[in-house]
């Protein structure tokens, strides 16, 4: 089967999204599919998928991405923003996969108009931009709602997105499943090493581009905390916020035990997580946007390594609480500094081995099993 992956989101970009879009992709190929993956072009080139092409003709917007549609060999189109929903109404065999911000708070504008191809006011350039994106987001939106129930199947990440999805778009009801999501493979290769000795490591890894994630509010709990335990605090991502976070650190009087890595590749966030004894992430849901699922809980889980997390969305289903990681039920800072204070003090503990065991059981086979039972087979 000719299997066209269409996925603004994809590596060398670092995200959730991203690795979502290429796992999968990979997993097709693996048992044999032709894939082609049709995303943006990126500044840092394009990655490399054996077995599979990688076309980077994508424009973000409907009217100049008709064109990847006139390729009349492929069989199934698999959608992985919601955005790109308008597939269905152009093609007909196309299934979707959803995430949680992608139709909460769509922000890939397919349907934003080129106002300045019409006369008078629109043809100002201080007016045009604002307008564009405002309109284009209504208009995006529309799109979307009126794609969305044309789709032959519809996959979410989580049973928590699923239950979102349905709420925001009753008409896709009986054509949604959730498919979960997987580890990669990479995780799992490395010898589970010995819990670390001496000063307690603790790491965050998440874009910090939204504040939900809580990053700061992880920075005042350790504030609370940092005259009693003896800890380091790894934050691995990058973002706006960034700058901020840095400042709050020295604010906080947190600097020489608070690191900011920025973004890493696959290899060194392996050994930064088998290197820490707690992953960190607390996220909150917010306006548009929440955890659908959350694969960092299960990459550090996949190196050994429990989780702390929020008890709100998606998170339930990462985690196994007692088994591969804990919860707050708030994520405020003092919920969160007693939590980790519980976790210093050794009155909750977790198996290397459990955490991996855990981690373990969600592969990308599943979920591309999951997936393949709703492909509509076959060209009409």
């Not at 190929?29 to 990655?47: D, F, I, L, S």
């Not at 997936?371 to 009409?380: E, F, I, Q």
């Amino acid at each position: 089967m000719h299997i066209g992956v269409i996925s603004p989101e994809f590596p060398p970009d670092i995200g959730g999204v991203e690795t979502y879009a290429y796992e999968f992709a990979r997993e097709l190929v693996r048992r044999g599919h032709c894939v082609t993956v049709y995303t943006q072009c990126h500044r840092k080139g394009e990655a490399v998928l054996p077995g599979a092409e990688v076309v980077p003709s994508l424009r973000m917007r409907r009217s100049l991405d008709r064109t990847i549609l006139d390729d009349r060999s492929i069989d199934v189109w698999h959608v992985m923003n919601a955005a790109y929903a308008w597939v269905a109404l152009e093609a007909p065999a196309v299934v979707v996969s959803v995430h949680g911000n992608d139709f909460l708070e769509p922000y890939v504008p397919v349907a934003q108009p080129a106002l300045d191809r019409l006369p008078g006011i629109w043809r100002s350039s201080s007016i045009r931009p604002k307008a564009e994106r405002a309109v284009g987001a209504w208009l995006t939106r529309r799109l979307i709602a009126r794609s969305l129930p044309r789709a032959a199947h519809i996959y979410t990440n989580s049973r928590y997105t699923e239950r979102v999805f349905l709420e925001k778009f009753p008409a896709c009801r009986g054509i949604t499943s959730a498919a979960m999501v997987g580890v990669s493979p990479e995780f799992l290769l490395d010898p589970l090493a010995d819990a670390p000795v001496g000063t307690t490591k603790l790491i965050t890894v998440c874009r910090l581009a939204e504040e939900r994630k809580n990053v700061n509010r992880v920075l005042r709990a350790l504030a609370l905390l940092k005259d009693r335990y003896p800890f380091s605090y790894t934050v691995v991502g990058d973002g706006p916020l960034r700058p901020g976070l840095e400042r709050l650190t020295g604010q906080l009087g947190l600097k020489g035990r608070v690191r900011f890595t920025g973004f890493v590749d696959t290899a060194a966030l392996r050994a930064l997580l088998a290197q820490s004894d707690l992953l960190v992430l607390t996220s909150s849901i917010g306006r548009g946007s929440h955890e659908g699922f959350g694969i960092a809980y299960l990459e550090a889980n996949a190196c050994g390594t429990p989780v702390l997390a929020a008890r709100l969305a998606g998170a339930v289903e990462a985690v196994q609480e007692g088994v591969s990681g804990f919860f707050v039920d708030t994520p405020e800072p003092q919920v969160i500094s007693a939590a980790l204070e519980r976790f210093f003090c050794k009155r909750v503990n977790f198996a290397r081995s459990s955490c991996r065991q855990f981690a373990a059981g969600f592969t990308w086979e599943r979920v591309v099993d999951r997936a393949l039972s709703y492909y509509p087979v076959g060209r009409p």
